[in-house]
């Protein structure tokens, strides 16, 4: 008799027990079936827009005018495995200048190396003169390009000003800033870029140097 007293005790606590397991099983079950739902919907969006990082880019443009630099310049011919910081701007404000400080601070520090800085001028000015008179005043001695036509903006993806990119060896971009680059590391970023280049093959033949001279399309030419 007491052994069935025992017994009927026990019993209310295993049919809880079953109870507990059956609503666990219940609950994970659930909750695998939700994290199939929402990985499926989440497969069912569009797939999200390919970043520009390490995508390929166009040329300079050759018909365009260029200071401190006696010819058109390429990124597959003079520039071919240098890294290339293009700077694009307008020089309409005073943290022009800012920035014209710190890029030559780093192209003082890489002078040695295969890098060059190339800056990408937006401006409705046609005036040689008056072009030229700008970039003397602002101290510029990098290789300018004029972009008065949005040619090279195009060219290379850029829809606002300031911005930069930072492009590899191999032509490449590895990093865009549309703002904010003087608190990025760019100096790190060159430095790693050209260790890069150097362990996967030899330094190019000759490293880019740019001088005082200037290029005048000749369509240009005829019409002044």
Known sequence: MSFLEDYSKDLPM???GRKKIRSTLLFLLALVI???LISFLFSLRPAPPRESILSDVDDFPREH??????EPLSIYNQLRRHVVIVFFCRMSTLSDVQHFTMLQE????????????????????????????????????FPLIVDNRGIV??????????????????????????NGWEQADLKGIVEDL????GAMRSPPSQIFRSDSGSFIPNSLRVES
Do not use: C, M
């Open 153 to 178: 903006s195009n060219r290379f993806n850029v829809s606002s000003y300031p911005s930069l990119l930072v492009l590899d060896s191999q032509a490449r971009v590895s990093a865009r800033f549309y």
């Open 34 to 36: 939700t994290a199939f």
């Open 65 to 70: 005018i260029w200071f401190n630099s006696s």
């Open 194 to 197: 050209l260790h890069l280049e």
């Open 14 to 16: 295993t049919s809880l």
């Open 106 to 141: 780093i192209q003082t520090e890489f002078k040695e190396q295969p890098f060059v800085v190339v800056i990408a001028l937006e401006t409705f000015e046609t005036s040689i003169d008056e072009l030229e008179s700008i970039i003397i005043d602002w101290g510029i001695d």
